[in-house]
C-alpha cells in the first residue's frame, strides 16, 4: 500500500481565515514533504520533515505553518493568505532510503484564496 | 542552469502505439536517482519508475521503461502500448547524492502527453 491521504480535496478561504490542511500515511515512512504547485508548473517543494522534526524550510513566507504531530501525520496551518497562494497543495512520504528514496504524493488539495 | 530538462511541452501518440518522452539532467554527483511521475487532470502524483546512477540495467515497471544513457545524461521514459488513460503530464525528477537525510527533488517543467483513438 503506498497511500497517502490528503484532507480536505478542495479549501476555499478569505484572506482573514485560518485553515489547516492534513495529510496522513501508514507506510512506515519517516520524512513527510509539502509541495506547491500552480498550474503547468512542476511542484516546488515547501517543507521537509525527518523523523518528526522540520529539516528543511524553503524559505516559505510565515503564513504557511507546518506541524508533524507524529510519524504518520502531516499538518500545514494557512493564516493570512494571499490570492496567488491559490494553487494545488501536495503533500508526500519516503522512506529515506539515499538516492532510491521513492516519494509518494497524495491526491493534494486545491486551495482558492480569495 | 537546468539540472532536468524536458523539451517537449506536449505529445502527441495513438492509442496502442509506443512513445518516448524526453529527459536529460546536470549533475556532478556520481550518486543519484532518476524518477518518473505521472499526473493526471487529477491532481495526484503517481510514482512510475526509478533508476540509480550505478544500475546497469535499464528499469522497467510494467509497460514504462527508463531508456538510461549515463554518458548522455538523459533517462528517456518508454511507454509501450498506449492507452487513453496514459493521457496526463509526465514529470522526469532526480535526486541528488546518497545521505540518509531526506531527499528533496528537482523536477523538469514537464510533458503534457495526449493519447488519440
Known amino acids: 500500500d503506498t497511500e497517502v491521504t490528503q484532507t480536505p480535496k478542495h479549501l476555499v478561504m478569505g484572506m482573514t481565515n485560518k485553515k489547516s490542511l492534513k495529510c496522513e500515511q501508514h507506510?512506515?515512512?519517516?520524512?513527510m514533504y509539502w509541495y506547491k504547485q500552480k498550474a503547468k508548473k512542476p511542484p516546488e517543494l515547501m517543507f521537509v520533515?525527518?523523523?518528526?522534526?522540520?529539516?528543511i524550510n524553503e524559505s516559505v513566507p510565515s503564513r504557511f505553518s507546518p506541524e508533524c504531530p507524529n510519524s504518520s501525520l502531516l499538518n500545514l496551518h494557512l493564516h493570512a493568505l494571499q490570492p496567488e497562494d491559490s494553487a494545488l497543495y501536495l503533500c508526500?512520504?519516503?522512506?529515506?532510503?539515499?538516492?532510491?528514496?521513492?516519494?509518494?504524493f497524495g491526491a493534494g488539495t486545491r486551495l482558492s484564496v480569495l | 542552469a537546468q539540472k532536468i530538462t524536458q523539451t517537449q511541452p506536449g505529445m502527441f501518440v495513438q492509442e496502442k502505439e509506443a512513445v518516448t518522452l524526453d529527459c536529460t539532467y546536470d549533475t556532478s554527483d556520481q550518486s543519484y536517482g532518476l524518477f518518473w511521475y505521472k499526473q493526471p487532470s487529477s491532481g495526484e502524483m503517481i510514482f512510475l519508475i526509478y533508476?540509480?546512477?550505478?544500475?546497469?540495467q535499464n528499469a522497467t515497471e510494467g509497460r514504462y521503461s527508463l531508456n538510461f544513457q549515463k554518458a548522455r545524461k538523459s533517462a528517456n521514459l518508454v511507454i509501450s502500448a498506449s492507452q487513453l488513460g496514459d493521457s496526463a503530464m509526465y514529470f522526469c525528477a532526480m535526486r541528488e547524492g546518497n545521505t540518509g537525510t531526506a531527499s528533496k527533488l528537482t523536477f523538469g517543467t514537464g510533458t503534457r502527453l495526449q493519447v488519440t483513438l
Open positions: 533508476q540509480g546512477s550505478y544500475d546497469e
Open positions: 507506510m512506515g515512512h519517516r520524512a
Open positions: 508526500a512520504s519516503s522512506q529515506e532510503a539515499g538516492h532510491a528514496d521513492i516519494q509518494y
Open positions: 520533515y525527518s523523523y518528526e522534526k522540520l529539516s
